[in-house]
């Protein structure tokens, strides 16, 4: 069953699909990239192939994310401007609290893309730290820092205090402001995800793409080291000849095999 599900929280509004298949024992919060949305490309398929395996999901556009309903472009450009990683990550927190309130029998999975990883590790560090369970992480195609912009861009962003970005498929340019750009220079203190990783006890699958032109297929591979180093169980899927995207594209064209590998191990890892 699909339907829409709106969550009102102190910050701004969360909009999102929900799919809850008959007697499901798990539900997979999806957590978009920082220009993603729930009706990006594959996700949506995502969402069909977890309900079709007994698997409940919950995709959903950040709240300050510029993305409104099912659109696929940014129109809410002033509240883009403001968001960052805090927001991001209040997002989430909301989000599970709602899904924990909802469905409290069910075990909660936390799944995400590029860099939604960062509110995913930040958020389950704050739900852990809440008593909130948290059964496991699922990242395809993370990022493991925030420090991975250019110097000169930087130099730009704090003169200017917001600068644009080119988003080539909507022909945009995006308003970052100055929060976000704060928290980039704090990528080695308080949004360090070697630390939260080292901080928490979460079972961690990475997915990635082994020729991802986005984001290095080693940002992966340092995550799952960091874990591995605090004693957590953590793996490591290199997907061979495909890309940040694992084969698709926006709108969706239809699944490529390394689509198909990519949500074989993620329901893998939720049956497991």
Known sequence: ?????????????IAGILQTPEQSADLVIITNGHNGFYSYGMFPWIQDQLEQAGIGSYSYNFSHGGTIGDGDTFDDLEAYSRNCMRLETADLVGVALHMRKRFPSQRLWLLSHSMGSVPTLFGALELRQMGIPIQGL??????????????????????????????????????????????????????????????????????????????????????????????????????????????????????AQATEEMIDAIIQEVRS
């Open 1 to 13: 069953m699909k339907t829409t599900v709106a969550i009102d929280l102190p910050h701004g509004q």
């Open 138 to 255: 699922v990242l395809l195609s993370p990022v493991s820092r925030l420090d991975f912009w250019p110097e000169e861009l930087l130099g730009r962003w704090a003169e200017s205090g917001t600068i644009t970005m080119f988003n080539r498929r909507t022909g945009q340019d995006l308003p970052h402001g100055p929060e976000f750009l704060a928290e980039i220079r704090q990528a080695s203190t308080r949004w360090n995800m070697e630390r939260a990783l080292h901080q928490l006890d979460v079972p961690l699958l990475v997915i990635h793409g082994e020729e991802d032109e986005a984001v290095s297929p080693d940002h992966g591979r340092s995550l799952v080291s960091w874990a591995r180093e605090a004693g957590q169980a953590a793996r490591l899927q290199i997907i061979p000849e495909t890309g940040h995207t694992f084969g698709t594209r926006h709108p969706f064209e239809g699944p």
